[in-house]
Each structure stands twice: as structure tokens, then as C-alpha cells.
């Protein structure tokens, strides 16, 4: 085994808030667009091993400190092994205002519920217009939220899903108007966090049981998405998307689905 200690400073792309002892807030702030890479996921790891850990804890809600977006996608220009190299890592309420696409989508599908902002809210999961397969579960969690042909027309589509289609498609509980999001998102933590743990926990227990798929259908999907990313249609579409200004604030990030859409015409 090699240990190699790195003598450059870990930048702090995960804020934790600590509201109260049963109720924590996790904030992204990692700007201009707040992209998910190799820095990033040991971070986030630590922070879900702190919840998964603490006795107390009963919510937590996930938000961004980067205006317009929650969480975007993988981090292209890193290198794929400085993600491959990472080892495996060991839920709560999440209100969407931004763009959650790709990774962002994967990680809202993973919480227990998920609240977006009407007017702002941005979700997709576009990876095949680029080539790639998804690799966070979103094929084994969408079908179960919107039914096959909804999870298929996400997927296949490759489009972006604004707040208010993503209501009524079940992708998130309710999109709310934005200047109400904040408010109906913190008294809901907040409610849940005044009950009994053990009650929470029991009734989350059976819940996911009737709910949830289960490990096996999820895990196959990441190693499938990193051997899709390394295929040359792949490159060459992510190298087309970096290009016209992907990774940087602006109108690609923006609406990627509508520039997944016009690679290669």
C-alpha cells in the first residue's frame, strides 16, 4: 500500500451548519458552477459518514451557495483515475433551486424528498446525448418515482426538466414559488427534527423497503459510466460541449440540454 500526502491545501467545497444537534445543513460551494470531482467526493463522503454516525442527527438538508446552480455535473477536466483511485464510501430533505444535472440529479434522487423552485429549478439527467451512460442510480430510482416511459423520456431525452414539469412528473415533491422555497423548506426540517428519532427512523425503515431498489441495481451503473466516458464518441462529444463552454458559467451550463441536443448537427 502507498500513502502520498499531498503538500497543497484541500480547498472546502462542502459547507456543514450544525442548526441544531438533530437538525444539519450541507451547502455546495464550489463556484462558478459547482462541479462534482475527485476534491469533492471525499468531502461529501465525510459529511454522510458524520451523518450516518451521529446519534442525534434526525435531518438534513442539502443546498448550494452558488447563485443559479445546486450541483452540476462530473469534473471533465479532471483525471478519470484520480476518481477511479477513491475508495468506496460507507438522507434527507433537499430543495433544488439551480440546475441539478447529472450528478446533481443522482444525488437529489438519492434524498428522501426533494423541493425545487418553480421559476429556477433546472434537473436532467443528459448524459447519453453526450455519449455517457449515467452512473449515480438514476435508472434504477427514476422508474420508480414517474413510471417507466417518464424515467425513459428523462433519460433518453437528455433534456432539461425546468421545476414545474419536474412536479408533475414525480422527479420532485412540490416546486414551490422561489421567494417561498427557503421558508417551506426550513419549517418542514425543522418539524421533522422536533420528533421522535426512533419513530423517524422505523417509519423511514418500512418505507424504503416498499420504496427503494435495492444495491445491486445501482452498483453496476458507475463502473458503466466510467468506461462509457473513456469511449472515443464519448470524448469527442465531451471535448465538442468543453469547447463551447462547458465547465464555465454561461449559456452551455445553462441549458446543456438544449446543447446535448445539437452536438453533432
Known amino acids: 500500500m502507498r500513502l502520498q500526502v499531498s503538500d497543497t491545501p484541500r480547498t472546502k467545497q462542502i459547507l456543514l451548519t450544525r442548526h441544531s444537534s438533530a437538525y444539519w445543513r450541507v451547502t455546495f460551494n464550489h463556484p462558478p458552477v459547482n462541479?462534482?470531482?475527485?476534491?469533492?467526493?471525499?468531502?461529501?463522503?465525510?459529511?454522510?459518514?458524520?451523518?450516518?454516525?451521529?446519534?442525534?442527527?434526525?435531518?438534513?438538508?442539502?443546498?448550494?451557495?452558488v447563485e443559479g446552480f445546486f450541483l452540476t455535473h462530473y469534473d471533465f477536466l479532471a483525471k478519470l483515475e484520480d476518481t477511479t483511485r477513491l475508495p468506496p464510501g460507507p438522507t434527507g430533505l433537499q430543495p433544488l433551486r439551480g440546475r441539478a444535472t447529472g450528478v446533481g440529479s443522482e444525488l437529489a434522487l438519492a434524498c428522501d424528498m426533494r423541493f425545487a423552485s418553480r421559476e429556477r429549478a433546472i434537473l436532467s439527467q443528459w448524459e447519453v446525448g453526450a455519449g455517457i451512460v449515467p452512473g449515480g442510480g438514476p435508472m434504477a430510482r427514476l422508474p420508480r418515482l414517474m413510471g417507466r416511459g417518464r424515467a425513459l423520456e428523462v433519460l433518453l431525452g437528455a433534456d432539461d426538466i425546468?421545476?414545474?414539469l419536474a412536479e408533475r412528473y414525480g422527479y420532485v415533491n412540490r416546486s414551490?414559488?422561489?421567494?417561498?422555497?427557503d421558508a417551506f423548506v426550513e419549517s418542514l426540517a425543522a418539524r421533522i427534527a422536533s420528533f421522535d428519532k426512533r419513530a423517524i427512523s422505523e417509519?423511514?425503515?418500512?418505507?424504503?423497503?416498499?420504496?427503494?431498489?435495492?444495491?445491486?441495481?445501482i452498483a453496476p451503473e458507475w463502473d458503466v459510466c466510467l468506461a462509457s466516458i473513456m469511449r472515443p464518441a464519448a470524448q469527442a462529444k465531451i471535448t465538442e460541449l468543453i469547447e463551447r463552454g462547458l465547465h464555465k458559467a454561461g449559456d452551455v451550463e445553462d441549458r446543456l440540454g438544449y446543447y446535448v441536443g445539437q452536438l453533432g448537427r
Open 35 to 65: 462541479i462534482f470531482g475527485p476534491e469533492t467526493m471525499p468531502q461529501l463522503d465525510e459529511i454522510i459518514t458524520a451523518l450516518e454516525t451521529d446519534e442525534h442527527v434526525k435531518v438534513v438538508v442539502f443546498d448550494s451557495a
Open 162 to 164: 425546468p421545476g414545474d
Open 176 to 181: 414551490l414559488p422561489d421567494a417561498e422555497l
Open 203 to 217: 417509519t423511514k425503515r418500512f418505507a424504503d423497503v416498499a420504496s427503494l431498489p435495492p444495491d445491486f441495481e
